[in-house]
């Protein structure tokens, strides 16, 4: 079965630099979800999409910006990166708000 | 405010015994509760998801419950065996579209 993709797997970026982490749903779900897991941490809550609206925020930076496509895929665009910003970053699709949350492998964020 | 609790946050049992991992919320005004095992550094597998007005949902060695009243579930794994060595996470769904509060994870270690 399909699964949740998100590219790339690591990125390693310096101080003040940009990221762009990507993140494709698995097919026919309309709702998508941005989380950081920070070292020991449980995964916080970012921002979310539904139907490539935004749906909710959460405690997303204002360095950082998310939009989904016509496609569904989203990106999670991240500025100015301090060495705080270092985490899991993961990004999650389910069918409507209130069903079962699919989670991608994450992209391993580290600045250095 | 929703906060997600899990006790014990660590757990060492011989390979066969069963588990037993509580999850407590302090709002029980939710909508589905979900249950995730996460391995170091992976991402976050879906075990369960109870939705608001079932009392419990199994699938294989698994069974969880839900008690909404009281702010609690409990995850039941039967027969443990070191494969399920992992962190298993307990996330809320406390609004209409789908955002996630987790809890920090309860740590697992099944000893051959």
């Known amino acids: 079965a399909a699964g949740v993709i998100q590219s790339p797997r690591h990125l390693i970026k310096e101080k003040r630099e940009t990221a762009t982490l990507k993140c494709y749903p698995i097919p026919r779900h309309d709702t998508v979800y941005w989380y950081q897991q920070g070292p020991g941490q449980d995964p916080q809550f970012l921002i979310s999409?539904?139907?490539?609206?935004?749906?909710d925020k959460g405690s997303i930076p204002d360095r950082f910006s998310a939009q989904q496509f016509s496609d569904y895929h989203s990106e999670l665009n991240m500025s100015s990166l301090e060495l705080g910003d270092s985490a899991l970053y993961f990004c999650a699709s389910s069918r409507s708000g209130f069903t079962e949350a699919f989670f991608g492998q994450g992209t391993r964020l580290t600045v250095v | 405010k929703q906060e997600v609790t899990q006790i014990p946050a660590a757990l060492s049992v011989p390979e066969g015994e069963n588990l037993v991992l509580n999850c407590s919320f302090t709002?029980?005004?939710?909508?589905?509760l979900q249950w995730f095992r996460q391995d170091p550094g992976k991402g976050l597998t879906s075990l369960l998801l109870i939705q608001s007005s079932q009392r419990e949902q199994t699938s294989g060695r698994l069974n969880a419950s839900l008690d909404k009243s009281s702010g609690r579930s409990t995850l039941y794994i039967a027969a443990s065996q070191p494969g399920d060595s992992a962190t298993y996470l307990c996330a809320v769904i406390t609004d209409s579209w789908g955002k996630l509060q987790f809890g920090a994870g309860t740590q697992v270690v099944v000893t051959p």
């Open positions: 999409f539904y139907e490539k609206m935004q749906s």
């Open positions: 709002d029980s005004a939710i909508y589905n």
